[in-house]
Structure formats: structure tokens, C-alpha cells
């Protein structure tokens, strides 16, 4: 019988890392821990609060939010119907859920700016590449109720931080406001009639998209395309003057923090709910896929969801590509555990557990062998696992109370009471971080 395969689109992270010469096969799942506990520190010292939501929604969700003349709800989607008949859809996003959670459970009663973050998996029906997947994480702040230019800059911030706390070199961030509804309908109006004449040189889905959703056409990656909206008209020649002035706050607010940027007027993000702000943090190291983090502002969103009128702003960073570049910058490193216990005999086997579980009540990270086999063959398993001492119980040992600690670098091996291992384990602790200090020199 042949063993099933996971799906097209669909990675394993796995405890460690697997490699087809030097290309990564499979990620590591401490590079992807590192990154959720950076992220969880920097957001929690921010305030921002966790919130999971589901990962099935009504499709009728992001058909209105994110939009339906968008690929992601045209082509992109998975959804089905349940068997009560409704109309269900995988998330492709998370602000959307995010937003509805802040409706269903009243949070804008509680006053106040909202401040939320949130990580998981996402699912989008994808050609699946390096660092893009068809079920795919990522970690997303969002900040509702406040309309300042200072929430802008933020959550910006924050994502700067972020990436910067994980190491990550090589990184641009391009900027740009698409303004609110009524500059982008002048805007709209220009750039159709200006594509209008080039309709028949444009690359299929810009043709579709003239009509339905021409500013998407800025993104497009055709190069014939992309030659032809290099003259196209700045959306920024098109801002009002309340949306001028909030972008320019927001340019001064970034300049004083130090931040970096580049302004990139064909930057319209691929969601209709974007207003004003819009940004991307992209990587050289990462080729085509460039885009690390994604976001902006949403003003219209959460009314049209059927909440009250809310300013809302937020981002997402996709954890493939993230993970990715933290690996090309440093391959991971397994976690080993602090003592390796190998036991053979009935009555040694026994004890070898108790002990395991004495060693970890008090901080230890032990790993107990349970094959039974052959002491040389637990030995090798200790010697591989990485951990700075093994720890012998044989059934002698075992009846006597004592047990034997080998160090496995410096094969220096001795005798000693359970009872005194167990009464001094700080003393423990401290041997083992000088053995790996021994090591690491």
C-alpha cells in the first residue's frame, strides 16, 4: 500500500531541519518558535493584546471585506458548503476575521483604541513556490478606533522592530497612501483613461482588470505591462486635502523615528479595503517573492462589515518567507536536552523514569531512552541527542539508590547518590553550563 503524501501547497515543520544538499527540504520548528516569542515580546511590551479567531468563516465575509472583484475571492479561495448548507471559505486573510470578532463581541463598547495581534495558518489556492504555500501562517497586528497618523507609524514601527530584532539585513521599505474613497474614484477615472488606449498590449488579467479593479494593474508582473504603467498617473497627484495631510504626518512621524523609506506611488496592496496608508517591507535575499510584511489602512472596513464607523490600521508578515531568510542567515540549531538518561533491566527502567521526571519538576530538560536496547547502542543515541551529560541506571544502580553521570564530551564518568543529584540540583545546572562554555570555545 502505498503511504499517503500531504497535499500540493502543504509544508511539514518538522522538530529539525532537513536539507537536499545544501537547499532547505523542511523548516525547522525552532526557527518558527523563535520568531512567535519575539514577536509575542515585542507586541506584548506595546500592549497589544492576542486574539484567535476561527479558521473557517462564512464566505460572505471576505466576499464583502476584502472584496469580490479581487483575485483572492475570484480565483484564490477555498470554500464549501457544510452541511447545514452555509457557505464557508478557509481564511485567505486574517484582518477580516480579526474585524469580525471586534463586531460579534462588541469590543469598540469597551472604548478606546483596540489593539490586537494574532498568528496562525491561512489558505489561498496558490501555484505553490518557494516561501508561498496554500496553507500558509502569519503573524498580523491590527489597531481599531484611532485615526491617527500616530497609529500609522506604530504598527509600522513595530514591524521594523520586529524584523530587526530577528536580525534580518537587506530589507526596503516602500511606502505610499492611496487615499480615501473619493480621491481613488478621480484617481480610478485617470488611470482607466489612460490604460484605455494600451488595452490591447496589456497581459490578460490587467485586460479583466481594467474594468473591475484597474489600480490592481499597477501590480501586475508582466514586464510588457509594467513598461507600459511606468508613465501611468501618481495616485498621489490625486489625494485631497485631508488625505495629503495625513500622509504627510505620517512621512514627518517616520523620518523622526529614523526609519528608512521609499515612496512607491504603484504600491495599492491587493485588498479593497485599503485606505490612505499602504506598505510593504520587502527582501532582496528573497528573489521574485520579495514582500515579507504587507499592510496599511482599512477605514471602511469594519462599517462595511456592519459595525459602527471605525479607523483601523494593521499589517501581516507571512512566516514561509520569514523563516526562510532567518535560516539563509543562520542555519537552526536543535534545542538538546540537558541530560540523557539510558537504562537497562526491569527494575532500571523503572527508576530511570522516576528519576526523569524528579530531574524535570525542578527545570532540567532530560530525555529518557526507551528502546531497551543494548546500553552501546543507548550510548550512541546520548552522544547524537546533544545533551551535555548521560545519566547510567542499571538494575544494580537502581537498587542501591545511585546512578552514574558521564559527561559526554569529556568522557569523564562518576558515581554518586540519587538522593545528592536530586538535593543539588543548581550545582547540576551550573556543570552542565560549563560543559557546553567547554564547547562552544
Given at each position: 500500500?502505498?503511504?499517503?503524501?500531504?497535499?500540493?501547497?502543504?509544508e511539514?515543520?518538522?522538530?529539525?531541519?532537513?536539507?537536499v544538499?545544501?537547499?532547505?527540504k523542511?523548516?525547522?520548528?525552532?526557527?518558527?518558535?523563535?520568531?512567535?516569542?519575539?514577536?509575542?515580546d515585542?507586541?506584548?511590551?506595546?500592549?497589544y493584546?492576542?486574539?484567535?479567531?476561527?479558521?473557517?468563516?462564512?464566505?460572505?465575509?471576505?466576499?464583502r471585506?476584502?472584496?469580490?472583484?479581487?483575485?483572492?475571492?475570484?480565483?484564490?479561495?477555498?470554500s464549501?458548503?457544510?452541511k447545514?448548507d452555509?457557505?464557508?471559505?478557509?481564511r485567505?486573510?486574517g484582518?477580516?476575521?480579526v474585524?469580525?470578532?471586534?463586531?460579534?463581541?462588541s469590543?469598540?463598547a469597551?472604548?478606546?483604541?483596540?489593539?490586537?495581534?494574532?498568528?496562525g495558518?491561512?489558505?489561498r489556492?496558490?501555484?505553490?513556490?518557494k516561501?508561498?504555500?496554500r496553507?500558509?501562517?502569519q503573524?498580523?497586528v491590527?489597531?481599531?478606533?484611532?485615526a491617527?497618523?500616530?497609529a500609522?507609524v506604530?504598527?509600522?514601527?513595530?514591524a521594523?522592530?520586529?524584523?530587526?530584532?530577528?536580525?534580518?539585513?537587506?530589507?526596503?521599505?516602500?511606502?505610499?497612501?492611496?487615499?480615501?474613497k473619493?480621491?481613488?474614484?478621480?484617481?480610478r477615472?485617470?488611470?482607466?483613461?489612460?490604460?484605455?488606449?494600451?488595452a490591447a498590449?496589456?497581459?490578460?488579467?490587467?485586460?479583466?482588470?481594467?474594468?473591475?479593479?484597474?489600480?490592481?494593474i499597477?501590480?501586475?508582473?508582466?514586464d510588457?505591462?509594467q513598461?507600459?504603467?511606468?508613465a501611468?498617473?501618481?495616485?498621489?497627484?490625486?489625494?485631497?486635502?485631508?488625505?495629503?495631510?495625513?500622509?504627510?504626518?505620517?512621512?514627518?512621524?517616520?523620518?523622526?523615528?529614523?526609519i528608512?523609506?521609499?515612496?512607491n506611488?504603484?504600491?495599492?496592496?491587493?485588498?479593497?479595503?485599503?485606505?490612505?496608508?499602504?506598505?510593504?517591507i520587502?527582501?532582496?535575499?528573497?528573489?521574485?517573492?520579495?514582500?515579507?510584511c504587507?499592510?496599511?489602512?482599512?477605514?471602511?472596513?469594519?462599517d462595511?462589515?456592519?459595525?459602527?464607523?471605525?479607523?483601523?490600521?494593521?499589517?501581516a508578515i507571512?512566516?514561509?518567507?520569514?523563516t526562510?531568510?532567518?535560516?539563509?542567515?543562520?542555519?537552526?540549531?536543535?534545542?538538546?536536552p540537558?541530560?540523557?538518561?539510558v537504562?537497562?533491566?526491569?527494575?532500571?527502567?523503572?527508576?530511570?523514569?522516576?528519576?526523569?521526571?524528579?530531574?524535570?519538576?525542578?527545570?532540567?530538560?532530560?530525555?529518557?531512552?526507551?528502546?531497551?536496547?543494548?546500553?552501546?547502542k543507548?550510548?550512541?543515541?546520548?552522544?547524537r541527542?546533544?545533551?551535555?551529560?548521560?545519566?547510567?541506571v542499571?538494575?544494580?544502580?537502581?537498587?542501591h539508590?545511585t546512578?552514574?553521570?558521564?559527561?559526554?564530551v569529556s568522557?569523564?564518568?562518576?558515581?554518586?547518590?540519587q538522593?545528592?543529584?536530586?538535593?543539588?540540583?543548581?550545582?547540576f545546572?551550573?556543570?552542565?553550563?560549563?560543559a557546553?562554555?567547554k564547547v562552544?570555545?
Amino acid at each position: 500500500m502505498e503511504p499517503i503524501q500531504s497535499l500540493p501547497g502543504t509544508e511539514d515543520i518538522l522538530p529539525k531541519a532537513q536539507f537536499v544538499g545544501q537547499d532547505l527540504k523542511v523548516a525547522d520548528i525552532h526557527t518558527w518558535q523563535r520568531v512567535e516569542a519575539t514577536a509575542r515580546d515585542i507586541l506584548g511590551r506595546a500592549a497589544y493584546r492576542e486574539i484567535r479567531t476561527p479558521t473557517f468563516e462564512a464566505t460572505s465575509l471576505f466576499e464583502r471585506g476584502i472584496g469580490e472583484a479581487t483575485d483572492v475571492v475570484g480565483k484564490e479561495m477555498y470554500s464549501f458548503k457544510d452541511k447545514g448548507d452555509r457557505g464557508c471559505t478557509l481564511r485567505p486573510e486574517g484582518t477580516a476575521g480579526v474585524v469580525r470578532a471586534y463586531i460579534q463581541n462588541s469590543l469598540y463598547a469597551q472604548g478606546g483604541v483596540q489593539r490586537l495581534w494574532y498568528t496562525g495558518p491561512m489558505f489561498r489556492y496558490e501555484r505553490p513556490q518557494k516561501g508561498r504555500q496554500r496553507q500558509f501562517h502569519q503573524v498580523g497586528v491590527e489597531v481599531l478606533g484611532s485615526a491617527d497618523p500616530r497609529a500609522d507609524v506604530e504598527v509600522i514601527a513595530l514591524a521594523t522592530d520586529l524584523l530587526q530584532a530577528l536580525g534580518l539585513t537587506n530589507l526596503t521599505f516602500y511606502l505610499n497612501s492611496v487615499g480615501d474613497k473619493g480621491d481613488r474614484a478621480r484617481y480610478r477615472e485617470a488611470l482607466v483613461d489612460y490604460l484605455t488606449p494600451y488595452a490591447a498590449d496589456l497581459d490578460a488579467d490587467s485586460r479583466d482588470r481594467l474594468s473591475r479593479n484597474p489600480l490592481r494593474i499597477l501590480d501586475s508582473k508582466d514586464d510588457k505591462t509594467q513598461a507600459i504603467t511606468q508613465a501611468a498617473p501618481s495616485i498621489l497627484d490625486y489625494l485631497g486635502p485631508d488625505s495629503k495631510r495625513h500622509f504627510d504626518q505620517v512621512l514627518a512621524q517616520l523620518s523622526a523615528l529614523g526609519i528608512v523609506f521609499e515612496l512607491n506611488p504603484r504600491l495599492v496592496r491587493g485588498l479593497d479595503y485599503y485606505t490612505h496608508t499602504a506598505f510593504e517591507i520587502q527582501s532582496s535575499d528573497l528573489g521574485a517573492q520579495a514582500t515579507v510584511c504587507g499592510g496599511g489602512r482599512y477605514d471602511g472596513l469594519v462599517d462595511a462589515l456592519g459595525g459602527p464607523v471605525t479607523p483601523a490600521v494593521g499589517w501581516a508578515i507571512g512566516l514561509e518567507r520569514l523563516t526562510l531568510l532567518l535560516e539563509a542567515l543562520q542555519p537552526p540549531v536543535a534545542m538538546a536536552p540537558d541530560i540523557y538518561i539510558v537504562s537497562r533491566g526491569e527494575l532500571a527502567e523503572a527508576n530511570a523514569l522516576q528519576l526523569a521526571q524528579k530531574l524535570r519538576h525542578q527545570g532540567l530538560a532530560v530525555e529518557l531512552d526507551l528502546s531497551g536496547s543494548a546500553f552501546g547502542k543507548q550510548f550512541k543515541r546520548a552522544d547524537r541527542s546533544g545533551a551535555a551529560a548521560c545519566l547510567i541506571v542499571g538494575d544494580d544502580e537502581a537498587s542501591h539508590g545511585t546512578v552514574q553521570v558521564k559527561w559526554l564530551v569529556s568522557g569523564e564518568q562518576i558515581s554518586c547518590s540519587q538522593a545528592s543529584l536530586l538535593s543539588d540540583v543548581d550545582g547540576f545546572l551550573q556543570q552542565i553550563h560549563n560543559a557546553r562554555l567547554k564547547v562552544a570555545m
